[in-house]
């Protein structure tokens, strides 16, 4: 599976932003699809994952009530809505595939990744 994220890009704080992921293969539909970010200075770290056929989410407590994971298997896509934006929000955001669904923030139980798009979020 080959990933590429789109969406990012400038945006005042309170503000919204449509994360986009295309995923290339006839297996999308079997794998759990992440997001993780990237801050400047900081570690990757896991921001939300959602089940092959989307029945269930998971959400790090920093994002909860702000960003909504969605999938589209049919097309390939999985998105990440983000709402009421934060500077601390920003960051290069990457998908990635997990062949298992878990609420655990493990990286290493994801084995294909996307490129990264930067959010910026100004105060």
């Known amino acids: 599976v080959q990933l590429q994220a789109s969406g990012g890009g400038l945006v005042q ?45 998971y959400y790090v407590d920093s994002v909860k009530g702000r960003f909504t994971i969605s999938r589209d298997n049919a097309k390939n896509m999985v998105y990440l809505q983000m709402n009421s934006l934060k500077p601390e929000d920003t960051a290069v955001y990457y998908c990635a595939a997990s062949p298992a669904y878990s609420e655990k923030h493990d990286q290493g139980r994801y084995v294909f990744w996307g490129q990264g798009t930067q959010v910026t979020v100004s105060s």
């Open 13 to 57: 704080a309170g503000g919204s932003l449509r994360l986009s992921c295309a995923a290339s293969g006839r297996t999308f539909s079997s794998y759990s699809m992440g997001w993780f970010r990237q801050a400047p200075g900081k570690e990757r770290a896991f921001v939300a994952v959602l089940s092959r056929g989307g029945g269930s989410t």
